[in-house]
């Protein structure tokens, strides 16, 4: 197993050897503070195809391994123990550049919801691993050497990017995070063959407070937006058959 745990390391995976897809999994754990409400956090996977299109993957938006983004997310986990880390699982299709015809950027994200509690997002730990067959890289970058480390209001922590084309996969852990008390989402830009990071995506909100997700991005003139995450549609007057 490789461990990064600087923000300018990389590793490569060989694509060649298997035929496994791509699993990765973010883990974080109890911080010891006596509230498991605010253990929660949610594995997020921004994904920037060769034609400039991003899609988001998260427990709300899951998606499927044979269709656009070709990345499934296995579902949200709303708890961290003591005994049991919490762990979100996205997996990527191992010929996802290959079926998008071109290398894929991809950005791993944990977000923490104000509504799960004040909490630092650093002090969970989070991490993240890639496996492909028996090869694992973990993204271990320690976000509380930071100086937003102790900021309950800090609610993205990017954990790591990576560079997928039909021959490999070029992995770095990041160690971005959100400004405080900001909802946006990690934006990838191609700089020709390599990538930058930056948040200042949409927000996404989920469940009864997805409705707050435009109205946010309008307020902050956010003008980019998610191919698979669309605007919820107002109810008209007879209860949503007139919008």
Same mark, same amino acid.
């Given at each position: 197993?490789?461990?990064?745990?600087?923000?300018?390391?990389?590793?490569?995976?060989?694509?060649?050897?298997?035929?496994?897809?791509?699993?990765?999994?973010?883990?974080?754990?109890?911080?010891?503070?006596?509230?498991?409400?605010?253990?929660?956090?949610?594995?997020?996977?921004?994904?920037?195809?060769?034609?400039?299109?991003?899609?988001?993957?998260?427990?709300?938006?899951?998606?499927?391994?044979?269709?656009?983004? @070709?990345?499934?997310?296995?579902?949200?986990?709303?708890?961290?123990?003591?005994?049991?880390?919490?762990?979100?699982?996205?997996?990527?299709?191992?010929?996802?550049?290959?079926?998008?015809?071109?290398? /894929?950027?991809?950005? @791993?994200?944990?977000?923490?919801?104000?509504?799960?509690?004040? /909490?630092?997002?650093?002090?969970?730990?989070?991490?993240?691993?890639?496996?492909?067959?028996?090869? /694992?890289?973990?993204?271990?970058?320690? @976000?509380?050497?930071?100086?937003?480390?102790?900021?309950?209001?800090?609610?993205?922590?990017?954990?790591?990017?990576?560079?997928?084309?039909?021959?490999? /996969?070029?992995?770095?852990?990041?160690?971005?995070?959100?400004?405080?008390?900001?909802?946006?989402?990690?934006?990838?830009?191609?700089?020709?063959?390599?990538?930058?990071?930056?948040?200042?995506?949409?927000?996404?909100?989920?469940?009864?407070?997805?409705?707050?997700?435009?109205?946010?991005?309008?307020?902050?003139?956010?003008?980019?937006?998610?191919?698979?995450?669309?605007?919820?549609?107002?109810?008209? @007057?007879?209860?949503?058959?007139?919008?």
């Amino acid at each position: 197993m490789i461990n990064l745990t600087k923000a300018d390391q990389t590793a490569t995976i060989d694509l060649s050897k298997g035929t496994s897809d791509i699993v990765v999994r973010a883990q974080w754990v109890d911080n010891g503070d006596g509230n498991d409400g605010n253990d929660d956090l949610d594995l997020r996977c921004s994904i920037l195809m060769p034609d400039g299109k991003m899609y988001l993957v998260d427990g709300e938006y899951r998606c499927s391994l044979e269709a656009l983004p @070709f990345a499934h997310h296995h579902g949200d986990v709303q708890s961290a123990s003591a005994d049991a880390p919490g762990e979100e699982i996205i997996t990527v299709a191992r010929d996802i550049a290959k079926r998008a015809g071109g290398p /894929v950027a991809l950005c @791993f994200s944990v977000y923490s919801a104000l509504g799960n509690g004040q /909490v630092s997002v650093a002090s969970l730990k989070p991490q993240m691993k890639m496996s492909y067959g028996s090869e /694992v890289v973990t993204c271990n970058y320690d @976000f509380n050497q930071g100086p937003g480390a102790n900021n309950p209001s800090i609610y993205t922590y990017v954990i790591g990017y990576a560079i997928v084309t039909e021959q490999e /996969v070029i992995l770095a852990p990041s160690g971005k995070t959100s400004k405080p008390g900001q909802e946006e989402t990690p934006w990838i830009f191609w700089k020709d063959t390599a990538i930058d990071v930056d948040i200042v995506g949409p927000a996404v909100f989920k469940g009864k407070q997805a409705s707050k997700s435009e109205p946010y991005n309008k307020k902050f003139n956010i003008s980019h937006r998610f191919e698979n995450v669309a605007a919820p549609q107002k109810k008209g @007057f007879l209860g949503g058959l007139f919008s």
